[in-house]
Nanobody, 114 residues
């Protein structure tokens, strides 16, 4: 599985962005997909997860503002980010997991200006 993330950019506080992560291969529907982020000088943290049965979970810091979704027909996972805050500034990475599989995309930069 190869992952290609896109959709990052510069946005003002309070604005919105949608990240996309396209996966190669035919096993996408079995994968648990996740978005992580890493801000400068900080450890990578889990932002949101969606399982193969569409069960979702979120970090407390983004609950109510971010929504993770998937489209199995397009082999793509999305992260809709609303009400963005400067502290959401980070490189966002998508991750795919299934049994022994643990793959990461290249990351996409999100910068939120105050």
């Amino acid at each position: 599985v190869q992952l290609q993330a896109s959709g990052g950019g510069l946005v003002q506080a309070g604005g919105s962005l949608t990240l996309s992560c396209a996966a190669s291969g035919t096993t996408f529907r079995f994968l648990t997909m996740a978005w992580h982020r890493q801000a400068p000088g900080k450890q990578r943290e889990l932002v949101a997860t969606i399982t193969n049965v569409y069960r979702t979970s979120y970090a407390n810091s983004v609950k109510g503002r971010f929504t993770i979704s998937r489209d199995n027909a397009k082999n793509t996972v999305y992260l809709q980010m609303n009400s963005l805050k400067p502290e959401d500034t980070a490189v966002y990475y998508c991750n795919a997991a299934f049994r022994s599989l643990d793959e990461w995309g290249q990351g996409t930069q999100v910068t939120v200006s105050s």
